[in-house]
């Protein structure tokens, strides 16, 4: 059974949620402030991380830096905040998704199942390992190396630099990438994309190793 953490302070809400994704075959734990709570990600070791933006004392924002500085581990943004502004910064904060309060249950599990169900395919996968420049991709443990240096990126950015290197010079479409990367097909005309791609080259320290061409497509420079 796969394990969720919840760490949102409104008891409310995650008492509800709890049981709405207890009742979907998950098995979920609360917590209900920042402190301790990278512990309480250790361990529990869950499959992946639901974070209110607005925790008292400590915000999400910074919870998300630090357990993505050696940590993959799928991170859901629950926020009151909606504007633009804010998704680029939640994507920019390596969140690989985000939903606004109030919310649907329902919708959540959608995205929940969309990630897990995306790192139970790429588990299971064929391939082994990939390279390029200087960049090593191991496909089945989901680790990237930059110059044999251990790189921590998000679930959504791994699966993009995973869709384009595989392509080799070919270009590849902002759809393509969120409907067969992401899995995302609602967000298809948004600058989600371009925000990952961003993260990309700044974590792999290449601004010239994947190119926009003419705003819609993407490739490997050659």
Request: hydrophobic share 45%; proline share 2%.
């Amino acid at each position: 059974m796969q394990k969720i953490l919840i760490v949102e302070d409104d008891k409310w809400i995650s008492h509800s949620l709890k049981l709405y994704l207890e009742n979907s075959n998950f098995e979920v734990h609360l917590y209900y402030e920042w402190l301790g709570a990278l512990e309480e990600i250790a361990k529990i070791k869950p499959d992946l991380l639901i974070l209110d933006i607005n925790l008292p004392g400590k915000n999400g924002i910074e919870i998300a830096k630090e357990i993505r500085i050696n940590s993959s581990l799928p991170i859901v943004i629950l926020t009151a905040r909606w504007s633009e502004l804010d998704r680029i910064t939640w994507l920019e904060i390596w969140a690989d998704d985000y939903i606004a309060k109030p919310f649907s249950p329902r919708e959540l599990l959608a995205r929940i199942n969309t990630i897990l169900r995306r790192i139970k395919v790429d588990h299971n996968s064929d391939w082994n390992t990939i390279s390029y420049w200087n960049v090593f991709i191991d496909i089945d443990k989901k680790i990237v190396k930059l110059n044999n240096i251990l790189i921590s990126l998000t679930w959504n950015e791994f699966d993009i630099l995973k869709k384009i290197v595989e392509e080799n010079w070919k270009l590849v479409k902002r759809e393509t990438l969120m409907t067969e990367a992401i899995w995302y097909d609602k967000y298809i005309y948004d600058r989600t994309i371009d925000t990952h791609i961003k993260n990309l080259r700044k974590k792999l320290w290449n601004k010239d190793l994947i190119l926009t061409v003419r705003w819609e497509w993407y490739r490997l420079n050659k």
